[in-house]
């Protein structure tokens, strides 16, 4: 038995291969029995939220299409016919139970953007404090790139793992058709063995990801265990599990030795830099010398004009924008103090020169630490 400790905020990610029906494009008897599960789980566990994949699963039937579409004006489509039958039928399951289900559909620009994060998050926790279900998913009608990350989430584990951070999730709890994370690839080595606890996600547990099998889905297993990292660093125990036994759910919460159960979160977790590092859309970049590297990643120090090295793309002051190496390795992402234009002027100069540079009195720095997240 583990010892799982108490859960008061719940998140619930469940993929399209979960869900789909290879007839009906929604297999509603599964919907029925998760619904079921989180409706007694509730009287525990007061603050639950599904970030449901399935929309195109549930559309590309109905459209006529035998196979996922590949084409992204598909995939749209599919989406906007399938959303409306994924809700319809959790909204049936949940109204057995006198629970609310309520859409809310999110693109990555809404995360990016400071306000609305800060607006969806109000949403979510009245959602949650009336007692209702919040069932999230990827707004594919409009996200342009799957749908891949600059646009979108890439996937709904990672989608899963943002929203953890973002109503500050005891527990992200990923359902998938697998039963766990394995050693190897159990359809192909039959001596994989199920890791039951990972107590620290490292390079060498990453490495035993593999990719997608499904035909219905964006995400594998090294989806899931990205979104676990972030998941991690934003102070939630993670969980993935065989979804297709609904009642998986509650045997993990209880301590019972199913799926693989991530089980050390970061502590106090700074919720604006990880912000900062995974919800943000860069509109450009800064290259760095060594020695503000070093300071940056040895002292988390502020980024100062003379450690600039080049500046990409075009900014304005208040944007976020990667900071890289002069290799190009990512390091961090940051609020800008600086235009793109301006920086180019400063880049490589004392803080003490820039307002004989730029004729006004600027900020010391080009991004703060408080205002910086790293990778």
């Not at 909204?91 to 999110?106: D, G, P, S, T, W």
């Not at 926790?125 to 799957?146: H, Y």
């Not at 943002?162 to 005891?170: C, H, N, Q, R």
Request: include cysteine; hydrophobic fraction near 40%; glycine fraction near 8%.
């Amino acid at each position: 038995m583990r010892n799982i400790p108490k859960i008061n905020n719940l998140i619930i990610k469940i993929g399209s291969n979960i869900l789909a029906d290879s007839d009906k494009g929604i297999n509603e008897s599964r919907v029925q029995a998760i619904a079921d599960v989180i409706a007694r789980l509730k009287n525990d566990i007061p603050n639950i939220t599904i970030v449901s994949s399935g929309a195109i699963a549930a559309g590309f039937k109905l459209l006529g299409f035998k196979n996922r579409p590949k084409e992204i004006v598909d995939k749209q489509a599919c989406a906007s016919v399938g959303q409306t039958q994924l809700m319809w039928y959790y909204e049936q399951a949940f109204v057995k139970h006198n629970i609310h289900a309520a859409q809310i559909l999110i693109t990555k620009s809404d995360f990016s953007n400071r306000r609305r994060y800060l607006n969806a998050r109000a949403t979510l926790a009245r959602l949650l404090d009336l007692g209702a279900i919040p069932i999230i998913n990827e707004n594919d009608t409009v996200a342009a790139n799957e749908l891949k990350y600059v646009e979108s989430f890439g996937d709904n584990d990672n989608l899963g793992a943002l929203v953890a951070g973002l109503i500050e999730a005891d527990m992200l709890m990923i359902l998938s058709d697998v039963d766990g994370l394995y050693t190897a690839d159990p359809t192909k080595d039959p001596s994989a063995k199920l890791l039951y606890d990972v107590a620290e996600l490292n390079n060498d547990i990453l490495k035993l990801a593999g990719q997608t099998n499904s035909g219905v889905g964006t995400g594998g297993m090294r989806s899931k265990l990205v979104a676990a990292e972030k998941a991690l660093a934003a102070g939630a125990y993670v969980a993935i599990l065989n979804g297709k036994d609904p009642e998986n759910i509650a045997k993990l919460l209880k301590g019972e030795m199913v799926g693989t159960l991530f089980s050390a979160p970061t502590p106090s977790a700074d919720r604006k830099k990880l912000w900062l590092s995974y919800a943000t859309i860069p509109q450009g970049s800064i290259a760095i010398d060594d020695g503000a590297k070093k300071a940056l990643l040895e002292k988390h120090s502020s980024l100062l004009s003379s450690g600039v090295v080049s500046v990409s793309g075009k900014f304005h002051a208040g944007d976020a924008v990667t900071v890289v190496d002069v290799d190009g390795a990512e390091l961090a992402m940051g609020r800008v103090r600086y235009s793109s234009e301006e920086l180019n002027k400063i880049k490589g100069k004392k803080s003490a020169d820039i307002e004989a540079i730029l004729g006004v009195k600027g900020s010391s720095c080009v991004i703060h630490c408080d205002e910086m997240g790293f990778y």
